[in-house]
């Protein structure tokens, strides 16, 4: 089936603007988490939701960061007033949701801020 | 808090050789999961193993096994008869359960030589 879908893969915002993220998960996973991956790095944790809940934002840089998933499926990622220093490879994981899953990665979305 | 060290950057293999990625961690839970992720140039994030710390024996998976030493919170990754394939960023992981956020290391990136 398919896997983890995001979009758009590479995205270049002037500082100071608004971006939005797309994670589609795979259909059914319950659990859905946002790391970012500074380059040369290891992806950090943001944030994640389990169905439409977001139970745990503590790794949002700042409250420019906003993540919805109003039902459960899609989620978004939300930058406002883009910096130089959001600029990173944002990925989104899913699984089923219980405590013995897999999180599985998409592709991430590249965000350059200029 | 949670911690999870790679404290190679970066190592090289000869094709058809074995080669070992050290991972070590930190954690005051006695109960959790290690993962190795391979993370090749097309940034898709792929799970390599995992491993439950409850369960002694260690994981395989065809040519990838690890070698779990829980005293000393130490979970390497074996790579026999390596591929070209194999060559990738490779990020050692932990996390309290398989579906609560991971912490990564900061990556190994292996070469494989022809």
């Known amino acids: 089936g398919a896997g983890v879908s995001q979009s758009p893969r590479y995205k270049v915002a002037k500082r100071g603007q608004d971006v939005a993220l797309r994670c589609d998960p795979i259909?059914?996973?319950?659990?859905l988490f946002w790391y970012q991956q500074a380059l040369g790095q290891g992806p950090e944790f943001l944030t994640y939701f389990q169905n439409e809940a977001q139970l745990d934002k503590s790794g949002l840089p700042s409250d420019r960061f906003f993540a919805e998933r109003p039902e459960g499926s899609v989620s978004t990622l939300k930058i406002q007033r883009t910096q130089q220093e959001d600029s990173a490879v944002y990925l989104c994981a899913s699984s089923e949701g219980w405590n013995t899953d897999t999180q599985y990665f998409g592709p991430g979305t590249r965000l350059t801020v200029l | 808090a949670q911690t999870v060290t790679q404290s190679q950057p970066e190592m090289s293999v000869q094709e058809a050789e074995t080669v070992t990625l050290s991972c070590t961690y930190d954690t005051s839970e006695s109960d959790y999961y290690l993962f190795w992720y391979k993370q090749p140039p097309s940034r898709q994030m792929i799970l390599v193993i995992r491993q439950e710390a409850y369960k002694q024996q260690n994981a395989t998976e065809n040519r990838f096994s690890v070698n779990f030493q829980k005293a000393a919170k130490s979970f390497s990754l074996k790579i026999s008869d390596s591929q070209l394939g194999d060559a990738a960023m490779y990020f050692c992981?932990?996390?309290?359960?398989?579906?609560?956020?991971?912490?990564f290391g900061k990556g190994t990136r292996l070469s494989v030589i022809a």
């Open positions: 992981a932990h996390s309290p359960s398989g579906n609560t956020p991971l912490v």
């Open positions: 259909s059914g996973h319950v659990s």
